[in-house]
């Protein structure tokens, strides 16, 4: 599979002279099997690049979203494959206890807070609620598991050929712990990025900036650190960037991290462009 | 070993806050967690003990009732929660490890998660009488 990066940031896009290298789009992630099948993980606003990168011609594209924070679906409504009559769009991602995945969209996707309301989109758009069974789309079979994080958030783990890509990008796994980063059992996310080829994950926050962010439903760069030596992942890409963390301070603190927790695994901070391959 | 639930790796962040003694178990009835305030009650520690089966912590503290009847596992709150799917509450006396009656009033839920998935159940004590 093919992981390219379209958006590393969380929270709000930082577009700036000064995050060229890392990005300024807020979460999208594009992963293409060696069949030609397209999964799209969230929608933040580099999917608007995206979308003008998938051919012309594609007639079905299957997003798969973890979450409805802004920051995770702001770029939905600029992706060109949705405004193409024909195309299948299959949209994955949480109910909430009283509202469907296709309900909770609208609320953004209508006025006042967009012109255009959902059902006006030229593509037909398909809803699927998770988390539930195991998702086969494709080469790709896909888990999706509740993670911790403020309203309900999904983590995937998708595999494909005996590799596997696990994504968590807003996750804050030592709330409330008193055993984290040492019980497995009790941990948040274990289960999808055990021994996982690549785990793509929240790295929100500095150690000193987390204290003051508790709960808020991300990492700092200690706790993505340890989940990634807890869960045994090969290669650990740090991701979902604060906006007020331009290059030159991430560089400082995965090199910091990096110099601390000396990781077995690679670790490959995310860059806008970038791609990774692994297995099929 | 197997990952939690979230939403019961979360009832269990919970409970190691609160300072009354509460218990969750799996949908199976076995004790997955017990926090410290439980500890006093049941006379072990989590740690030591990990997780219990059913029958096995149903029946260590001999709970009984007020005419000193003894409480089939059935019948207690939790077991009562996770079978029927409904909140259950009790007043009844126990008897724990550190040799001490206690009468205790339990309130227990089934925790049902996102999606209506049944998890287990969670009851939570409190501590009436002592002799």
């Not at chain 1, 969230?42 to 051919?55: E, N, V």
């Not at chain 1, 807070?113 to 593509?123: G, I, K």
């Not at chain 1, 785990?199 to 900036?209: A, G, I, K, S």
């Not at chain 2, 227990?108 to 287990?120: H, V």
Request: proline share 7%; aromatic share 10%.
């Amino acid at each position: 599979m093919k992981v390219t990066f379209w958006g590393t940031r969380g929270s709000l896009a930082a577009p700036s002279p000064e995050t060229v290298r890392y990005g300024g789009n807020t979460s999208c992630i594009s992963v293409e099997g060696g069949d030609g099948t397209v999964l799209v993980l969230d929608a933040g606003t580099g999917i608007r690049s995206l979308g003008h990168y998938l051919p012309s011609n594609i007639n079905r594209v299957n997003i798969l979203l973890t979450h409805l924070h802004m920051d995770h679906i702001q770029g939905l409504p600029f992706f060109m494959p949705l405004r193409r009559a024909g195309v299948e769009i299959h949209i994955w991602g949480p109910a909430s206890t009283t509202l469907t995945l296709d309900s909770r969209l609208q609320k953004y996707l209508s006025p006042p807070l967009f012109p255009v309301n959902v059902r006006d989109l030229s593509a037909n758009l398909h809803f699927h609620e998770l988390p539930g069974h195991i998702i086969e789309i494709g080469d790709f079979s896909i888990q999706a598991q509740l993670i911790i994080h403020p309203n309900p958030t999904i983590g995937y783990r998708i595999e494909c050929a005996g590799t596997s890509l696990t994504y968590l990008p807003d996750h804050e796994p030592a709330l409330g712990s008193r055993s984290f980063p040492n019980d497995r059992e009790w941990t948040s996310g274990y289960r999808l990025a055990e021994g996982s080829d690549i785990l793509v994950h929240d790295t929100q926050y500095t150690d000193d900036e987390y204290q003051t962010r508790i709960g808020f439903g991300h990492s700092s760069v200690r706790h993505a650190f340890q989940f990634a030596s807890l869960t045994g992942v090969k290669r650990f890409v740090p991701f979902h960037y604060d906006p007020t963390h331009n290059d030159d301070d991430l560089d400082r603190m995965f090199k910091n991290a990096i110099e601390t927790f000396t990781p077995s695994c690679k670790v490959i901070p995310a860059q806008e462009g970038l791609s990774l391959e692994t297995g099929c | 070993m197997s990952q939690q639930e979230i939403e019961v790796i979360l009832s269990r962040h919970l409970a190691e806050y609160l300072a009354m003694p509460i218990f969750i178990v799996n949908p199976a009835g076995d004790l997955i967690f017990y926090n410290e305030p439980a500890e006093a009650i049941l006379g072990t520690r989590y740690n030591e003990t990990g997780s219990m089966p059913a029958n096995e912590w149903a029946t260590n503290f001999k709970p009984t009732d007020h005419d000193g009847n003894a409480i089939p596992p059935e019948k207690l709150p939790l077991i009562v929660a996770i079978k029927h799917h409904h909140p259950a509450h009790k007043i009844f006396w126990i008897h724990g490890m550190d040799d001490t009656m206690r009468e205790i009033e339990v309130t227990a839920l089934p925790l049902i998660g996102q999606a209506n998935r049944f998890l287990g159940g969670i009851a939570f004590f409190w501590e009436r009488s002592r002799k």
